[in-house]
């Protein structure tokens, strides 16, 4: 289980200030939802988080670690995983190879490492093995041998899913994971991020528009407007708070 600290996050793109000194932390095992406005902030903290994006000042540490020191190809490396939003698979690769595929991006300390210290074919068994052992958890494995291709959207979030934890991270980032998705699709979904957290011990962030699914699935809520946080709290705290109905109306303050 991990802890994130976010700390004084600052960025600017030319004289639009995106981040404006945000701060807060999610602790082990929690599920936290960012939400807000149109242009609140939210994908640029989260591209911050993914090391897409490089901020002007504050401080983003995993269990102390700081990682705005780590590359963007390294952060998987470093226990950090992501799903997006438009889906990062191969719609040729079968759903075995498409989560195989992300055990790759472990790097020497997992996919790597096991080459070096066991041999290819045999890591390559392991993570068969392994990648073979996620579908099942995600009720994906009799689809295990066809091509990702022609899937429903649903299914292919399910597998999006597998294909992060197979970089075994401490820390999923999800990018707007209803998005796409109808009403029962998404019902299944949150319930299975909230499985997957527990049986894998993740600590998640989630960045998403669909209020009913964040409001559902988030141990705690941080609202952002203008690159700030307005609220912070459990799910019925942020939802009555006047400064989050006001962004959200878009009338002034309480
Ligand atoms: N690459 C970029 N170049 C210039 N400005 C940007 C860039 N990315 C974001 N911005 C600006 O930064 C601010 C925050 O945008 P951001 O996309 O992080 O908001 P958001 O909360 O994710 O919005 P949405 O819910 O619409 O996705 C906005 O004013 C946006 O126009």
Not at 2 to 31: K, W
Not at 49 to 76: F, K, M, N, T, W
């Amino acid at each position: 289980m991990s802890e994130l600290r976010v700390d004084g996050v600052s960025m600017h793109f030319g004289g639009i200030t995106a981040l404006d000194g945000l701060s807060f932390t999610i602790g082990s095992g929690q599920i936290c939802g960012l939400i807000g406005p149109n242009g609140a902030g939210k994908t640029t903290l989260f591209n911050c988080v993914s090391r897409i994006y490089q901020p002007s000042a504050g401080s983003i540490c995993l269990d102390g670690e700081e990682l705005l020191d780590v590359p963007a190809h390294r952060i998987a490396g470093h226990g950090v995983a992501r799903t997006f939003q438009n889906l990062g698979l191969f719609p040729s690769l079968t759903f075995l190879e498409n989560t195989m595929a992300g055990a790759h991006a472990r790097g020497r300390g997992g996919y790597l490492g096991s080459i070096l210290r066991i041999g290819q074919a045999r890591a390559e068994r392991e993570l068969r093995a392994e990648a073979f052992e996620l579908l099942e958890v995600l009720g994906l494995a009799d689809l295990a041998f066809l091509p990702a291709a022609h899937q429903s959207f649903g299914t292919l979030k399910r597998l999006e899913l597998a294909r992060a934890l197979a970089a075994r991270p401490r820390l999923l980032l999800l990018d707007e994971p209803a998005g796409g998705l109808t009403h029962s699709e998404v019902d299944e979904l949150s319930s299975t991020i909230r499985r997957v957290r527990d049986e894998f011990g993740l600590t998640i962030l989630l960045v998403e528009h669909h209020m009913a699914m964040v409001m559902g699935i988030s141990d705690i809520v941080v609202a952002m407007n203008f690159g700030e946080k307005i609220a912070e709290g459990t799910p019925a705290e942020v939802r009555s708070d006047p400064a989050v109905v006001s962004a959200y109306l878009g009338a002034p303050a309480a």
